[in-house]
């Protein structure tokens, strides 16, 4: 695994139909880190993921990892480099079996097909779905779904894992199981969601958006705390830290 | 709308069935490839009054289903989709051609033999063409077809083709529930709203297809759509190929229901 930083400067985007989504963002991550981006609806988490990955580019500004920036020229090197897990598993599981799927990316960079097969082993091993791999993936359910979305990525065996909300739609099980997952890798994490409890237990530090600007930066344990922040910007108090439902009493 | 989600899983049979492991599904993708090819070839290449010759034939489709251990009924089912269209074709055939000829000991018109024809054949050829991707599979059947040098933008758009089905498929699901959930009592879509029915799946597969695209590119695709190590042709592929080739054409030269029958009579007598 490479030591490299993933660094942000001063990056802007807007839609085409005017729309700015991004406004001077500017941000480095360094190695190992796993950094929590939240920020209400619309805010720009997503926008801001899809210019890390390249699959659109900044008006100005730019993104580093390392020390090449992101352009279409370097796309190919950036995106072994970084690995997408999507919000909607269905969009990143298309082939017919989950070996295929995961055998996808590594196929991609011409790999012998025995390395494909040990990559593709190891990753299912990881996410715990290794008797999954010959089943279609429309027959699975959303928790196994999901963790075969994140075995076709680690099989690409990327530095940094960008994850959008991985676990939106999850039964209480499956979600821990996918949470104890992430703090399981030691890769460079960047997640975006909207579940700040599981933010708080897999993320070390917090970039807070808010119409599409940074809005704070810090720990996790001094932002995920600041209700005055957290409501400016559209959110509130991970479950966890509010008052007992029952008696009102506080957790504090 | 469970005929939506029927369709759904009826699509993915295909790929079900093309994941066992018989002696059948292991052969090379390319001789199964070129097999189908000569049984098409030979099959079409009946004038339009043999249906006696035709009948050897029916023997390929029945053998493979029975090694592949594949389920005749759907097979069946999906063959008889496609008659109706040929029956549209050939329904007039009595019609145009009436010249009367002896059938079986009964005096018919010469348009019924063509008709006739020409169902057989199309059930025939089908059959053969589904089993074909139902003991390959479409991504060795796109190995098959990269190897006898098909463009690789032909192949690349069969297969993506294939996979987009079912991603239209899965939205017009969705939006077809979201409409009957809200519209009680109602059968179908009313023709109101068919104009923005169908702009909406349109845009929203576009949406989708956007999405896989983005996926597949995020994982290094760059057109090239690669599914694995090529196999090498073994010399059971080779006897597959002589075989079934050898059979096609002796069926093709001689006719051997007739040569049967002439044998059967020459026996009696």
Not at chain 2, 59 to 73: H, N
């Amino acid at each position: 695994m490479s030591h490299h930083k993933l660094e942000v400067r001063n990056l802007h985007f807007s839609y085409p139909d005017g729309y700015v989504a991004v406004k001077n963002i500017s941000f480095t991550i360094h190695h190992g880190e796993s950094v929590g981006i939240i920020g209400a609806n619309g805010a720009g988490k997503s926008t801001l993921l899809m210019l890390l990955m390249g699959v659109i580019f900044p008006d100005n500004g730019e993104v580093l990892v390392g020390d090449v920036i992101v352009t279409k020229k370097t796309l190919p090197m950036i995106r072994q480099r970084l690995g997408m897990v999507f919000q909607n598993p269905d969009d990143q599981l298309f082939m017919t079996t989950v070996y295929d799927d995961v055998a996808f990316g590594p196929r991609n960079y011409k790999l012998s097909e025995k390395d494909v097969e040990g990559r593709v082993a190891k990753a299912l091993e990881l996410v715990g779905i290794a008797h999954l791999k010959d089943r279609a993936p429309f027959k699975l359910s959303g928790g196994e779904k999901r963790s075969a979305a994140i075995a076709t990525i680690l099989a690409m065996q990327p530095d940094v894992l960008i994850m959008d909300e991985p676990t939106s739609a999850l039964d209480p099980k499956s979600r821990r199981r996918v949470m104890s997952l992430l703090k399981s890798f030691e890769h460079t994490k960047i997640i975006t969601s909207h579940d700040l409890d599981m933010m708080f237990e897999t993320c070390k530090r917090i970039i807070v958006i808010k119409e599409g600007e940074v809005a704070a930066d810090g720990t996790t344990a001094e932002i995920l705390t600041n209700v005055e922040l957290l409501e400016r910007c559209g959110l509130e108090l991970p479950l966890s830290f509010q008052n007992c439902p029952i008696c009102g009493a506080s957790k504090k | 709308m469970t005929n939506v989600i029927n369709s759904l899983y009826n699509m993915r049979l295909l790929d079900d069935l093309a994941r066992k492991e018989t002696s059948i599904h292991k052969l090379h993708p390319l001789v199964k490839l070129i097999t189908t090819v000569v049984y098409l070839s030979v099959v079409v290449s009946f004038g339009r009054y043999e249906i006696g010759s035709l009948l050897p034939f029916v023997f390929y489709p029945m053998l493979i289903i029975v090694l592949a251990e594949l389920p005749a009924t759907p097979i069946l089912k999906r063959i008889l989709l496609v008659e109706p269209l040929i029956i549209g074709i050939g329904i007039l055939n009595p019609l145009f051609d009436q010249h009367t000829v002896l059938f079986f000991g009964m005096v018919i018109s010469r348009g019924w033999v063509t008709f006739l024809s020409i169902f057989i054949k199309c059930g025939l050829t089908v059959a053969a063409s589904i089993l074909l991707i139902a003991t390959t599979g479409m991504e060795r059947l796109a190995i098959a077809l990269r190897m006898i040098k098909i463009p690789k933008i032909f192949v690349l758009q069969l297969l993506l083709t294939y996979r987009y089905i079912t991603v239209l498929i899965e939205e017009i699901y969705g939006m077809t529930r979201a409409y009957s959930l809200r519209s009680p009592g109602q059968k179908g879509i009313h023709i109101r709203v068919w104009g923005s029915f169908a702009g909406q799946l349109i845009l929203r597969t576009f949406d989708r297809a956007q999405w896989v695209y983005q996926s597949m590119s995020l994982r290094g695709f760059t057109g090239e759509y690669n599914t694995g190590d090529v196999p090498k042709v073994k010399f059971k592929d080779i006897v597959y190929l002589v075989a079934w080739s050898l059979f096609f054409i002796i069926a093709r030269i001689f006719n051997i229901p007739m040569l049967i029958g002439l044998l059967v009579t020459g026996v009696i007598k």
